[in-house]
């Protein structure tokens, strides 16, 4: 695939800020990639294109993240076209590859876009540059397009003299000052913003894209909605549920007390008759049976009261949940 020692662009710590002031002043969304770390460098030009929310958000991806699985017009995965374009480019007399390819930008819509790779030696690490423009979808897989009159020649082949004592790029000190602030915003948006999850892992139609992981936890937050309202639901048939037979305990119970007051008033006239030893018996046996039957409604009616205030206070919880 080549490698930065043999690249016939190169960048260099006296050069780079020209480079940089050459890139950012271009109408053409203008990318570095770097194999592991993916976008090193981009214009306002790409920012807009790939629809970040500016230049720090672009390079916190590589360009697999933000592509489909299959580029179908070309008839393989989206990976294998970039490594077979990269390896065109670095074997290209020309210096550079172009090719069309599907991208997904960081708001989930599906563009073409025409990239012109040109091998890199981007401060001592091999990278490649790639020129970028929207284009219409292709109708064939044939999607080489030769002509190359619409972007700017001299980024094609980027050539710089290396002056070491360039004015426009102060010493090694401002660029261990830049690496050590593009470090600094490194690690301050992992702790505060993760990347998406695991981008390898397979989905129904591929792998996972910005795009989908949006849909994905979309369809989460709605089943969550969905099932607090479905429990609240629930939560409220309980209570009425529990209520109801409270109520219900209640009224036994009291009617059990009627029942008592009825057959102590009866004793007390049976003491009077004849027979009042055997229906004093009688009569005691009934109120003892019928003060055993309260004693159970009235353990049964505490039971129910306790519960109600549990549920009582469970609804006043879910009330504050929603």
């Known amino acids: 695939m080549g490698n930065a020692n043999n690249a016939k662009h190169k960048v260099t710590k006296s050069t780079l800020k020209k480079y940089k002031k050459k890139i950012y002043s271009s109408k053409d969304a203008v990318v570095v990639v770097n194999a592991e770390k ?28 933000l592509s489909p699985p299959i580029q179908e017009h070309l008839g393989k995965s989206s990976l294998d076209a970039l490594l077979e374009g990269i390896q065109k480019a670095w074997e290209s007399e020309d210096g550079y590859y172009d090719l069309v390819v599907n991208i997904i930008t960081l708001k989930g819509r599906s563009i073409f876009i025409r990239g012109w790779i040109t091998p890199l030696n981007f401060l001592g690490q091999t990278a490649i540059q790639g020129i970028v423009k929207r284009v219409p979808k292709p109708n064939s897989t044939e999607q080489k397009i030769e002509s190359t009159t619409d972007v700017d020649s001299s980024l ?62 979309q369809r989460l937050d709605k089943e969550l909605e969905k099932g607090m309202k479905e429990k609240a639901r629930l939560e409220r048939i309980k209570f009425k549920v529990l209520e109801k037979q409270l109520n219900e305990k209640i009224q036994e119970n009291t009617q059990l007390k009627n029942e008592i007051f009825v057959l102590q008033q009866l004793l007390e006239e049976m003491k009077k008759s004849n027979n009042e030893n055997e229906s004093e018996s009688q009569l005691q046996e009934e109120i003892e049976r019928i003060k055993e039957k309260k004693k159970k409604y009235k353990t049964e009616v505490e039971r129910l009261t306790n519960r109600l205030k549990m549920v009582e206070f469970e609804k006043e919880n879910l009330k504050k949940l929603m």
């Open 38 to 65: 993916g976008f090193i460098e981009a214009n306002d030009a790409a920012v807009k294109l790939y629809e970040a929310s500016g230049r720090e958000e672009l390079l916190r991806y590589k360009p697999q993240d």
């Open 156 to 217: 094609l082949k980027p050539k710089f003299d290396d002056e070491s004592s360039d004015t426009l790029f102060d010493s090694q000190s401002e660029t261990n000052k830049s690496e050590k602030q593009n470090s600094n915003s490194e690690k301050q948006h992992s702790n505060t913003e993760k990347q998406p999850p695991n981008l390898s892992k397979q989905t129904s139609n591929g792998v996972w894209t910005k795009d989908n992981l949006d849909k994905e936890i």
